[in-house]
């Protein structure tokens, strides 16, 4: 949090001097009191309050004072706004190592599980496009606010085929990159990729993840998978390992100026997909809350006058 105004916090260094000479004051009227013949009869009739309610207004009168200064200070807090015409296209792999089992149930089911649980947190201002693919892609939705589609292509993907991340890239590239303003910039966009394994056809990711950095297009790559993931192939089953491929991911995510992420369970891939859902599509801008704290030492200085009048001494 910042202040636009620090200046006045340099009220709050009279707290302290306040708090003493409240004690003081108690004191000294203690030791000036009158004395009078029944004092002891009363003393013994009067109702007894709690030692907590002596400094209950006190606190409250303090902690209102506390937040008026603060609100003179005009604390600033930083909020996640949504972007205007902000979009993502989130791609997902679908070649045949996506079979594999060490991320239950399958590597691909948890991809779909996590996909869906992208597009429910994401704004709803966010328009998101999709892509999937195997040794070519295979299914392209256009970036819109509907999700439907989306959701439609996610729970028909299957595992088959290579593996085509920078031909995928690509073609989220092409339609992010359609996407230009009255200025002839590109709408603010990002791209989600999932894959399990390296490249094995098609052309370099790592080309299609510089022209992401000259667009201002970061791309965020999830490695999906443990290095001792295997599928069977073959009419005996054969054991074929697929281990994932981080380290290509993270170069694409380096080069275009996204960030890298590896992930070995369907939770954690849903924590990453959960977190990168809340962050696309808004940016982060400073709003001033000084209202809050004014209605904050309010309710405290309105609370320490009901205190007050409520619990003033009186006889029984």
Do not use: C
């Amino acid at each position: 949090m910042t202040f636009v105004a620090p200046g006045f916090l340099a009220a709050l260094l009279l707290l302290p001097f306040l708090a003493g000479a409240y004690l003081f004051a108690r004191r000294r009227r203690r030791r000036y009191a009158v004395r009078y013949p029944a004092t002891a009869l009363v003393a013994a009739v009067a109702v007894q309050a709690p030692k907590w309610r002596r400094w209950l207004v006190p606190a409250l009168l303090a902690g209102a004072g506390i937040a008026s200064v603060l609100a003179l200070a005009r604390p600033q807090a930083t909020v996640a706004v949504p972007v205007e015409r902000a979009s993502v296209m989130l791609i997902t792999d679908a070649s045949g190592s996506m079979e594999a089992t060490d991320v239950a149930p399958t590597r691909l089911q948890a991809a779909r599980a996590a996909g869906e649980r992208f597009l429910d947190r994401v704004p709803e201002s966010l328009m998101v496009g999709f892509v999937s693919y195997s040794t070519a892609p295979l299914t392209l939705v256009e970036p819109s606010l509907d999700r439907v589609p989306i959701r439609s292509a996610l729970s028909a993907l299957q595992a088959e085929g290579g593996t085509a991340t920078g031909d995928a890239l690509r073609a989220a590239l092409d339609r992010l990159a359609a996407r230009r303003g009255k200025d002839g910039r590109v709408a603010p966009a990002a791209v989600v990729l999932l894959s399990d394994g390296k490249t094995t056809s098609g052309s370099s990711p790592l080309t299609a993840a510089r022209r992401a950095e000259s667009l201002g297009i970061p791309v965020h790559t999830v490695a999906l998978g443990t290095p001792n993931g295997v599928v069977f192939n073959g009419p005996f089953g054969s054991r074929i390992p697929v281990p994932p491929d981080p380290r290509s991911l993270r170069q694409i995510a380096e080069l275009s100026g996204g960030r890298a992420f590896r992930v070995e369970d369907s939770d954690e891939l849903d924590r990453v997909y959960e977190s990168l859902g809340s962050r696309i599509g808004t940016r982060e801008q400073r709003r001033e809350v000084s209202s809050m704290f004014a209605g904050g030492g309010l309710v405290l200085l309105l609370a320490a006058v009901a205190a007050g009048l409520r619990w003033r001494p009186r006889l029984p």
